[in-house]
């Protein structure tokens, strides 16, 4: 008469399916997080960045984007990389907008304590950090050559990284 409960074969073949399952899903899983927190900057990156057009338009009796760090940035689009100048304004990782220079204070000052667009948006992390693990701040800047205003993940010191509005970078791809 055969006991009732399972053979050690049975449980090794049961726990080697479990275990080939988990190879095959958890790979999968995570490119889905990364798509969602692509997704998540995204949409975050637009709403700074209209916000900032937004603070520029009520502004009209002077120019607020003035000032500000200049780099040369290199964005990778789907049309190859486009290299231009972009002048930072101001950078927020998680503690509200901070000017580059004392000429933009005035920009980040709005942002901070004016902008009903993006209340809180100095609180907004960056979600998704791609092949750079030190993306950790948002950069608001302007691209005179593009005359546009462009939101940029950067890292702790304010350098652009990856642009994320308008157009964003292959990584955000």
Same mark, same amino acid.
């Given at each position: 008469?055969?006991?009732?409960? +399972? #053979?050690?074969?049975? @449980?090794?073949?049961?726990? !080697?399916?479990?275990?080939?399952? =988990? %190879?095959?899903?958890?790979? &999968?899983?995570?490119?889905?997080?990364?798509?969602?927190?692509?997704?998540?900057?995204?949409?975050?990156?637009?709403?700074?960045?209209?916000?900032?057009?937004?603070?520029?338009?009520?502004?009209?009796?002077?120019?607020?984007?003035?000032?500000?760090?200049? +780099? #040369?940035?290199?964005? @990778?689009?789907?049309?190859? !990389?486009?290299?231009?100048?972009? =002048? %930072?304004?101001?950078?927020? &990782?998680?503690?509200?907008?901070?000017?580059?220079?004392?000429?933009?204070?005035?920009?980040?000052?709005?942002?901070?304590?004016?902008?009903?667009?993006?209340?809180?948006?100095?609180?907004?992390?960056?979600?998704?950090?791609?092949?750079?693990?030190?993306?950790?701040?948002?950069?608001?800047?302007?691209?005179?050559?593009?005359?546009?205003?462009?939101?940029?993940?950067?890292?702790?010191?304010?350098?652009?990284?990856?642009?994320?509005?308008?157009?964003?970078?292959?990584?955000?791809?």
């Amino acid at each position: 008469m055969r006991k009732k409960g +399972f #053979t050690l074969v049975e @449980l090794v073949t049961v726990i !080697a399916i479990i275990g080939v399952l =988990t %190879a095959i899903l958890i790979p &999968s899983m995570l490119g889905y997080v990364n798509k969602a927190r692509k997704s998540a900057d995204k949409s975050s990156a637009s709403t700074i960045g209209k916000a900032a057009m937004g603070v520029n338009a009520e502004n009209t009796e002077k120019y607020v984007f003035s000032g500000g760090s200049d +780099f #040369t940035v290199s964005a @990778l689009t789907a049309n190859g !990389a486009e290299s231009y100048k972009f =002048t %930072a304004l101001c950078m927020s &990782s998680g503690s509200g907008w901070t000017a580059f220079d004392s000429t933009a204070d005035e920009f980040a000052e709005i942002l901070n304590y004016e902008s009903d667009i993006i209340e809180g948006s100095g609180d907004i992390s960056v979600r998704y950090h791609g092949a750079r693990k030190d993306t950790d701040c948002w950069v608001i800047g302007y691209s005179s050559e593009n005359n546009r205003v462009e939101v940029w993940t950067g890292n702790n010191s304010g350098t652009p990284s990856y642009r994320v509005y308008p157009s964003p970078d292959k990584a955000y791809a």
